[in-house]
């Protein structure tokens, strides 16, 4: 069900607005039909015909005719609609000042927020987003994702701005594998993986067990370690790596760099039955800790981890639920010890001890971010200006 503060609802409630008025044109024309020439002249005399075809394609269609002189509509419609679009937002502002609106300058990931969403996964209530960029001048908020605007910059920075209305740049890629902004004071706040972002929102997190939640049993295993990737670059420090690591101990590879694509549906069956996984980072960075570690950890498998320090990632998870390469001296090592735990299931499944109290979540991205940073908004209105984005972002 559509909520009354959401887009959906005003566009409806527009369209409403438009069909009484319809239905206000047949009375006055039944009465007085000598004024019959005040109507669209395609408009035949049908009851139905009036208020289906032509109200609706007034509402849907924003290109409709404008005033004419003779056999053209008398009313502008384009005009009408506006209006009482601006007279839904100014109710909305006066009635519901509770309610943050949030214009989404493009839907990060191409995924849409439903307005109940915030609220049934988060318990964030009085949201309302829209990527309408009509109401910019009315929105409490404009999300920015990185990866959408990193070419448009120069514009953004010639647009007027209310002077209550924050600005968030939001990005989830590393700084390797994100352009540089070199000073642009654009923004008001960040929402980001790092921890130090004013909207903080990971790519994944350990919570508690719930009391529905059924007891963890590990999955069948049928290989010893695995690895999928598709990003191959001989510079990156998990391909030097894992070059050489694979030779001293077996490892299945799949991805498009070794031509063995998995899908969807085979993905998760591949990393539930390996006892270890790689859950090597592309790039390391601060707090860099992406869905290569908390997929293996919510399907039953071991993460051996390259990325930031262990300290780094025993902010996030527990001490004993993964295995770091910085921990052994070389490759082989490394490769010896996951052998021997093969070989000791009681040292393998010690593992797995904090799935008594815990289990793994990956995020959703784009609609955490925008539920989170709505709430942010909602909860902080001070002054804010996010100065040198470039020196924190890119050190």
Known sequence: MLSKTSPGFLQRFVAMVFLLLCFGSIFFIYYKPNLSSWLCPEVTWSFDHICSDTCLQIIQNENIMKIGVNNSCVVDYDLVKQKLINDVVEEHNRES?????????????GKLVNVDSCKSLYGISGCVFTDDRRLYNEANAVIFHHRDIQGDLQNLAKMPRPPRQKWVWMNMESPDNSVKLSNWDLFNLTSSYRQDSDVWVPYGRIVDVSKEDVAFQIPTKSKLVCWIVSNWNPDFRRVKYYNEFSQHINIKAY????SRYVNNKDYPKIISSCKFYLSFENSIHKDYITEKLFIPMMLGTIPVVLGPSRENYEKFIPSDSFIHVDDFKSPQELAEHLKALDQNQEMYEHYFSWRKDFVAQRTDFGREHACRICDHVTRDKGY??????DKWYWP
């Open 97 to 109: 000042q509770e309610h943050t609106l949030v214009l989404m300058w493009a839907w990060p990931f």
């Open 384 to 389: 804010r200006v996010f100065k040198n984005l």
């Open 255 to 258: 991805g498009r760099h070794f």
